[in-house]
């Protein structure tokens, strides 16, 4: 049996690239992603993926900080189809040191022309 044949092993974060990902060269690319981050009985978060503080997108497209384990962040919970279609809706237009995705990816792309 695989593991993910098992019930009782449940995916509890999802990783959501920009469209660029693969052509991107430079170490940080994972800096650019978000996370759909499971909430459980709160629902789940679009958070960004490598910086683990306590920001997650709300209603409005904002980052905004949330305590941990309080049922004031239900405003930034949502199913997780509807979390999933925000962070892929949002990913591409993220911006790190003034940069998107695919700005970092024209700036720097892969050396070895893999895409």
Not at 16 to 25: A, I, L, N
Not at 26 to 32: A, G, K
Not at 98 to 111: L, M
Request: glycine fraction near 8%; aromatic fraction near 8%.
């Amino acid at each position: 049996m695989k593991f993910t044949d098992d019930p009782r092993v449940q995916p509890d974060v999802y990783v959501v690239r920009p469209s660029c990902y693969d052509q991107m060269g430079n170490s940080d690319r994972d800096m650019s992603c978000l996370s759909v981050v499971n909430g459980h009985a709160w629902g789940w978060s679009v958070r960004q993926h490598v910086f683990t503080g306590s920001r997650a997108l709300n209603r409005k497209g904002e980052w905004v900080l949330e305590s941990r384990g309080s049922g004031h962040n239900k405003a930034r919970r949502w199913t997780l189809e509807e979390a999933l279609e925000i962070a892929l809706r949002h990913v591409d237009s993220i911006k790190i040191n003034g940069s998107t995705a695919a700005d970092c990816a024209a700036r720097w792309p892969r050396e070895d022309g893999a895409a």
